[in-house]
């Protein structure tokens, strides 16, 4: 299911490194290599599946299941009560630019709303 030419499908076969902060059977967790806050994570699932556009019923588990890793990151990383952020961008106007979903785990500095 890894896609030759994406990105991080490549950081999930280990063709290019990623400092990773978490890796099951279905998800893997590595920090954004240009970090917009003092914990910038991204989480990603182990199939390759573009955007969020792309999640059917079938993939309800797998959605759940990297908000909870996110969760469970800010957890351990101490930040879950201070707070946090999670977002997903979905294409053009939301600033996506890599073509497998990832959730963006943001904490560590505060964060304002709406955002930009
Ligand atoms: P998007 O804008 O698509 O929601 O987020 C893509 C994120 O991937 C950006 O925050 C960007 O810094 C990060 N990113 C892009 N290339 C790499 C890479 O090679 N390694 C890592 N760790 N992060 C990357
Ligand atoms: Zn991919």
């Not at 290019?16 to 998800?27: F, G, K, L, S």
């Not at 946090?84 to 106007?93: D, E, G, K, P, S």
Request: glycine share 6%.
């Amino acid at each position: 299911m890894s896609e030759h030419n994406c990105l991080f499908c490549q950081i999930l076969d280990g063709h290019i490194p990623a400092n990773i902060a978490y890796e099951d059977e279905r998800v893997m967790a590595f920090h954004d290599i240009a970090p917009q806050a003092p914990i910038h994570i991204l989480i990603i699932p182990k199939q390759h599946i573009a955007t969020i556009n792309d999640f059917t019923e079938e993939h309800q588990d797998l959605l759940g299941y990297m908000i909870l890793t996110a969760q469970k990151l800010a957890q351990e990383l101490g930040v879950a009560e201070d707070g946090y952020r999670l977002n997903f961008n979905c294409n053009r106007l939301a600033g996506q630019t890599v073509f497998h979903t990832h959730l963006h785990l943001l904490a560590g500095r505060p964060f304002s709303w709406p955002p930009g």
